[in-house]
């Protein structure tokens, strides 16, 4: 809510700005509420329709709302063709493909994100999620060790495998997972969401329901 209230106040003193519409879509997406990311993106490509980033992030609400494949690769397509060096286009674009469970494909995504910025951990990240769904335990460790000798607290990373290991329906390799990621950052309250979740999955309810209202408070 503080967040609103200060993007509404820089909207007003900055009408034109259209980064504040995006950063405004990138935290209602955040907050899993892409109904209103949806108008602030639709306001932003109203007045620069070919903007990249905003193409990207409606790629975002398509899978948010609908689960619209379909929809996300064509905005994913249309940005990088705009400007291929997004690295997030190919994020999304990896993505899609590894819910088909097309593994090469989503690696050949991701090398050409990482070809741009080698050092994106949410690549890398993406890049361990096609390892551990395609059983490649080595890619998978290797990975993981890049990832955190960058940056020893990104739980994210977690968090990106754990949503395509849910999607395969993998619950007890995501309670795992996510109780590596709160102990690397205790502030994580999407993974402690994500575990409190899946422990009530495995039935255990009374740990689970703990995990859930760490994350609520947090």
Same mark, same amino acid.
């Given at each position: 809510?503080?967040?609103?209230?200060?993007?509404?106040?820089?909207?007003?003193?900055?009408?034109?700005?259209?980064?504040?519409?995006?950063?405004?879509?990138?935290?209602?997406?955040?907050?899993?509420?892409?109904?209103? /990311?949806?108008?602030?993106?639709?306001?932003?490509?109203?007045?620069?329709?070919?903007?990249?980033?905003?193409?990207?992030?409606?790629?975002?609400? &398509?899978?948010?709302?609908?689960?619209?494949?379909?929809?996300?690769?064509?905005?994913?397509?249309?940005? %990088?063709?705009?400007?291929?060096? %997004?690295?997030?286009?190919?994020?999304?674009?990896?993505?899609?493909?590894?819910?088909?469970?097309?593994? !090469?494909?989503?690696?050949?995504?991701?090398?050409?994100? %990482?070809?741009?910025?080698?050092?994106?951990?949410?690549?890398?990240?993406?890049?361990?999620?096609?390892?551990?769904?395609? #059983?490649?335990?080595?890619?998978? @460790?290797?990975?993981?060790?890049?990832?955190?000798? &960058?940056?020893?607290?990104?739980?994210?990373? +977690?968090?990106?495998?754990?949503?395509? /290991?849910?999607?395969?329906?993998? +619950?007890?390799?995501?309670?795992?997972?996510?109780? #590596?990621?709160?102990?690397?950052?205790? !502030?994580?309250?999407?993974?402690? /969401?994500?575990?409190?979740?899946?422990?009530?999955?495995?039935? !255990?309810?009374?740990?689970?329901? !703990?995990?859930?209202? @760490?994350?609520?408070?947090?």
């Amino acid at each position: 809510h503080d967040a609103n209230d200060a993007f509404n106040a820089a909207e007003r003193a900055a009408p034109q700005n259209l980064q504040i519409l995006l950063w405004r879509a990138e935290l209602f997406l955040e907050k899993h509420d892409p109904g209103h /990311a949806e108008e602030v993106l639709s306001e932003a490509l109203a007045r620069a329709p070919s903007h990249p980033r905003a193409l990207v992030w409606m790629a975002h609400v &398509k899978l948010e709302q609908a689960l619209d494949f379909d929809a996300a690769k064509t905005l994913c397509e249309r940005a %990088l063709a705009i400007n291929p060096r %997004l690295t997030h286009a190919h994020f999304v674009l990896a993505g899609l493909a590894l819910r088909d469970l097309e593994f !090469q494909s989503a690696l050949d995504q991701v090398a050409r994100g %990482l070809a741009v910025d080698p050092a994106n951990l949410e690549l890398l990240a993406m890049r361990a999620a096609v390892a551990f769904l395609s #059983e490649d335990r080595a890619l998978f @460790r290797d990975t993981r060790a890049r990832v955190f000798g &960058k940056n020893p607290t990104f739980s994210r990373f +977690y968090s990106i495998v754990g949503e395509f /290991a849910e999607w395969e329906h993998r +619950y007890d390799r995501i309670v795992e997972m996510m109780r #590596e990621a709160v102990v690397l950052d205790d !502030q994580d309250a999407e993974a402690h /969401a994500a575990l409190g979740l899946n422990l009530i999955r495995a039935g !255990q309810e009374l740990a689970g329901v !703990q995990s859930l209202r @760490r994350a609520a408070a947090k």
